[in-house]
């Protein structure tokens, strides 16, 4: 079971949060109604993830998740944002959070985000331990157009990340959660050609696509090529597909509020909140993503 833990002020917000978190078998689901409320129970029995309103009176989504970053590291925090409050919650990514989900677009997304933060915070520990003492490591991988092999190249990146000390745990999950964006991006949106726009308006009818261009050449013989170089100063890691490329400089403002119930663009805004320096190649199908090691 997952152990989730929910953060609202609102009553109504609450019991709708609850329904639909209900509805996935494998969540374990409490509610709270402040942030203090939470801190107490974390204390008690830590959750694996926490699901937070941004906005909330006393201690706001920022201040919680400042809080839990100090006295539970590693522990990923969930924005739930509303409209008007978007620009707020670059501040609280920037402060530790693990990504965001719009209220409005929550009853879509807010499972699949919550199961996607999961399990790249999880089975840390050991591997940890296998490479405790490497220097630096290097790493090319061509991947299928297959969204299953993301999650496990994110977490064996991930163990690297921290055994170099370039950041804590919050900052190596951030840092997944942006490699998780980046390799996503590559396979739907660059090797599958598919629209986001399809994702916004029917998101079955999206992942009935992506299923059906997984199997249909020319777009299933395509592959995603990563190269990633980790040391004690630095992650590198740069993610190409085979698709036709964008143009990077006309997504969509995230943060504008005719966008904010869009996903469109989202990706990259994680990328540039979560990575030091995130560059596009001229074709638009190269990424370049770069973390310098934490001297605080």
Same mark, same amino acid.
């Given at each position: ?35 203090? *409320? ?6 008690? *029995?830590?959750?694996?993830?926490? @699901? ?9 989504? =920022? ?13 990923? @925090? ?9 620009? =707020?919650?670059? &501040? ?16 879509? +997304? ?13 089975? &840390? +520990? ?8 490497? &220097? ?19 977490? *064996? @990146? ?7 000390? =370039? ?12 490699? +998780? ?7 739907? +949106? ?28 020319? %777009?299933?013989?395509?592959?995603? *090529? ?53 560059? %596009? ?10 973390? %310098?090691?934490?001297?605080?």
């Amino acid at each position: 079971m997952t152990r989730v833990l929910v953060v609202d002020d609102a009553r109504l917000d609450r019991v709708l949060i609850e329904a639909l978190l209900n509805e996935e078998q494998s969540f374990d689901v409490e509610i709270v109604d402040s942030a203090a *409320h939470a801190l107490r129970t974390v204390a008690r *029995h830590q959750p694996e993830v926490v @699901v937070t309103d941004l906005v909330m009176p006393e201690m706001d989504g =920022i201040a919680l998740v400042s809080e839990l970053r100090r006295l539970h590291a590693g522990l990923p @925090v969930i924005l739930l944002t509303s409209r008007g409050s978007e620009d =707020i919650a670059v &501040q609280a990514l920037a402060a530790g959070a693990a990504s965001y989900v719009p209220k409005r677009v929550m009853q879509e +997304h807010l499972i699949e985000t919550i199961c996607d933060v999961v399990a790249l915070s999880r089975e &840390q +520990h050991a591997e940890r331990e296998l490479c405790r003492a490497m &220097q630096r490591g290097e790493y090319e991988f061509d991947l299928d157009s297959d969204v299953s092999l993301i999650q496990p190249l994110v977490r *064996h @990146v991930q163990s690297a990340i921290l055994l170099m000390g =370039i950041c804590d745990e919050t900052e190596s999950n951030q840092i997944a959660i942006a490699l +998780h964006e980046a390799l996503q991006n590559a396979v739907e +949106h660059g090797n599958l050609e598919l629209d986001s726009k399809l994702r916004n308006e029917d998101l079955s009818a999206y992942c009935a696509l992506l299923k059906e261009r997984a199997k249909t050449p020319p %777009f299933s013989e395509r592959r995603v *090529h990563v190269r990633a170089s980790v040391d004690r100063q630095k992650a590198r890691f740069v993610i190409r597909d085979e698709g036709p490329g964008f143009a990077p400089d006309r997504l969509p403002d995230a943060l504008a509020d005719e966008n904010l119930d869009r996903l469109s663009g989202r990706g990259v805004l994680l990328m540039r909140t979560f990575m030091d320096e995130v560059t %596009f190649n001229e074709t638009g199908n190269e990424v370049t993503l770069v973390k %310098f090691r934490d001297v605080k």
